[in-house]
């Protein structure tokens, strides 16, 4: 079955210590989006690519970055991890962001621990 | 500002029984609804949607939603609850020609036997 995969799905850093969260993808989206989730509040959209096209969200702090080499893999950079990142962090998919009318398909996230 | 409502923190429910899941929206235009559902320790999966045309939209595991241009509602409905429909649930919107998504703050339906 096409989905979307994210590993690891637990994931311990220290505090400042960099850490990156992967995201894989077979259903050729051109969109991938990562979202942060505390404590069963709403996702967060953190950022988003359209195809290479990077869009970071106003308010998403410049602690988070974002790679995507090719279209199925996209990761999520900390560079220096803080007790309120820890959360749930969660990688989805569209086919266009033109084509709003889509429901974005979501991995079962990685939950993030920080000591 | 465009926002999403779901008012009930909380729904309790006994099985059997029917179950609504309320939520309304403020986004001009005509935008696109949505609901998730997301289990423990689980990512968001899809339920159904709302585009165009019939007002009663059917979804997955048996949910339909009502759509309500007038009080720019979508709530969740399903006619007999199961414990297994104990989640968090999530209403979004997405305005057109736009890919992010404006999520209410979930609710949380409990099914006790």
């Known amino acids: 079955d096409a989905m979307v995969i994210q590993n690891p799905r637990y994931q311990v850093t220290q505090f400042g210590k960099p850490v990156t969260l992967s995201c894989s993808q077979t259903l050729n989206h051109n969109v991938m989006y990562w979202y942060q989730q505390k404590s069963s509040q709403a996702p967060k959209l953190l950022f988003h690519y359209y195809d290479k096209d990077f869009n970071n969200e106003a308010d998403t702090p410049d602690n988070f970055q974002s790679r995507r080499p090719n279209t199925s893999f996209c990761f999520l950079d900390i560079r220096s991890p803080g007790l309120g990142d820890a959360a749930m962090y969660l990688c989805?998919?569209?086919?266009?962001?033109?084509?709003?009318?889509?429901?974005?398909?979501f991995g079962d996230g990685t939950r993030l621990s920080i000591l | 500002a465009q926002s999403v409502a779901q008012p009930e923190d909380q729904v309790n429910v006994a099985e059997g029984n029917p179950l609504t899941v309320k939520c309304t929206y403020s986004?001009?235009?005509?935008?696109?609804l949505f609901w998730y559902v997301q289990y423990p320790n689980r990512g968001l999966q899809f339920l159904l949607k709302y585009i165009t045309g019939d007002n009663l939209v059917k979804g997955s595991y048996g949910f339909e939603a009502e759509f309500n241009k007038s009080q720019t509602s979508f709530h969740l409905k399903k006619p007999s609850a199961l414990v297994s429909d104990s989640a968090l649930y999530f209403c979004a919107v997405s305005p057109p020609s736009q890919g992010n998504l404006i999520f209410g703050k979930g609710t949380k339906l409990s099914v006790k036997p």
């Open positions: 986004v001009s235009g005509n935008p696109y």
């Open positions: 989805a998919t569209s086919g266009d962001v033109s084509f709003s009318n889509q429901p974005q398909h």
